[in-house]
């Protein structure tokens, strides 16, 4: 399976921009990036997917590298509640399943 | 629409006791999920289905049973509980298939069992 690379944590303070990296050099040119993020004491929901071109929606944007290689997450205004773990999750193509690794924890400072 | 619910919410089984989680979908999507989800921990997928009357084997199966009878339901069953067994249980659904694998699986609440 094509893995994804996240930091173990990060911390960012409220109403601030927060970038989360995620790296996937293994990804192949059919591979969906997909990111979920699981609130405390929730299930994941579902953030945002994209193939190659930038995305926007409106819970946060996803950057994708030229090469595809990597992803950045951008949430442009941090509030407390997205304090949550975020994984970064790549859907192979004709794949039934996704894989969650261990994801970022993101905590948002008042 | 309710989306996809669990039931029950909480249980506390003996060692040796046998459960069933219930978990409902009303988007008509042709796969669901079973996950669990130990503390600290991400999700590990247990079983799936990717149709009414199709079950397949995820990362950890085993000790657990999953029946799809219905497209709309996806049970999982612990015939025999061990405390290995203690976590949260998340059911999820997609239409994975319809949308070009675009996977956006939509989560129940989760089910916190407990194994004395």
């Known amino acids: 399976d094509a893995k994804t690379t996240q930091p173990n944590s990060m911390e960012s303070n409220e109403e601030e921009p927060v970038h989360l990296p995620c790296n996937h050099s293994t990804i192949s040119g059919t591979d969906y990036i997909h990111w979920y993020r699981q609130l405390p004491s929730q299930g994941p929901e579902y953030v945002i997917h994209?193939?190659?071109s930038n995305v926007n929606n409106r819970m946060a944007s996803l950057a994708i590298a030229e090469d595809r290689k990597s992803s950045t997450l951008i949430l442009h205004r941090a509030t407390l509640r997205d304090a949550a773990v975020y994984y970064c999750?790549?859907?192979?193509?004709?794949?039934?399943?996704?894989?969650f690794g261990q994801g970022t924890r993101l905590t948002i400072n008042p | 629409n309710a989306g996809v619910t669990q039931t029950p919410k909480f249980r506390v089984l003996k060692t040796g006791q046998s459960m069933t989680l219930l978990c409902a979908q009303d988007m008509n999507h042709e796969y669901m999920y079973w996950y669990r989800q130990d503390p600290g921990m991400g999700l590990r997928l247990i079983h799936y289905s990717v149709g009414e009357g199709t079950t397949a084997k995820g990362e950890v199966p085993d000790g657990y049973n999953v029946s799809r009878l219905k497209k709309q339901n996806f049970l999982l069953g612990l015939e025999s509980a061990a405390p290995s067994q203690t976590s949260v249980y998340f059911c999820a659904s997609s239409n994975a298939v319809l949308a070009n694998w675009v996977h956006e699986q939509y989560f129940g609440p989760g089910t916190r069992l407990t194994v004395t």
């Open positions: 994209g193939l190659t």
């Open positions: 999750i790549l859907g192979i193509q004709g794949a039934q399943k996704l894989v």
